[in-house]
């Protein structure tokens, strides 16, 4: 599949935010959001720190807007985590409902099982962080083990007998 000219751009400008290339990438992430390119427009919006409003065309919240009027299921995902993770629960429900509506399955599974407490990092800063569970499908943990094991790699020096 042949890329455009703008995913190209959207790699590199990626390639410079992550310290894989030189240059400046937050100015192309601008010029691509302006330009309606999704992926650029949710990598912006995650880049911003403050909320803002829906109204505010360059505010996190405007931003993540934009992106869902061209990518809905996957910006609305974005949306209801960054609600989230302000400690906006009205509005990550609307976003989980939104990007159910939209086609995203695992935003409709999390609507039914509503948690107020999730597994990720960022919810302890808000002080909504849970353990982590088999049903979260990405973590398993020794189930055996009460507590957790450390593995340490063989001693090249003593013979394996030995170790």
């Known amino acids: 599949m042949e890329q455009g000219r703008d995913d190209?751009?959207?790699e590199r400008a990626s390639a410079i935010l992550n310290g894989l290339g030189n240059g400046l990438g937050g100015p192309v992430l601008w010029h691509l959001s302006l330009r309606r390119h999704g992926d650029a427009i949710l990598d912006l919006a995650a880049r911003l720190r403050d909320g803002g409003r829906p109204a505010d065309p360059f505010s996190q919240a405007g931003l993540q807007l934009k992106a869902y009027r061209l990518?809905?299921?996957r910006?609305?995902?974005?949306?209801?985590?960054s609600c989230f993770n302000r400690n906006d629960l009205p509005g990550y429900r609307m976003w989980l409902r939104r990007a159910a509506r939209a086609g995203d399955e695992d935003a409709a599974a999390e609507l039914g099982r509503f948690e107020t407490r999730l597994p990720h990092g960022a919810a302890r800063s808000i002080h909504r962080l849970r353990p982590h569970r088999a049903s979260d499908g990405?973590?398993?943990g020794n189930r055996r083990a009460s507590?957790?094991?450390?593995w340490y790699p063989p001693d090249p020096f003593r013979p394996r007998g030995e170790q």
């Open 147 to 150: 507590r957790p094991t450390k």
């Open 75 to 81: 910006a609305a995902q974005h949306a209801a985590m």
């Open 8 to 10: 190209r751009l959207y």
């Open 71 to 73: 990518s809905p299921a």
């Open 138 to 140: 990405w973590w398993r």
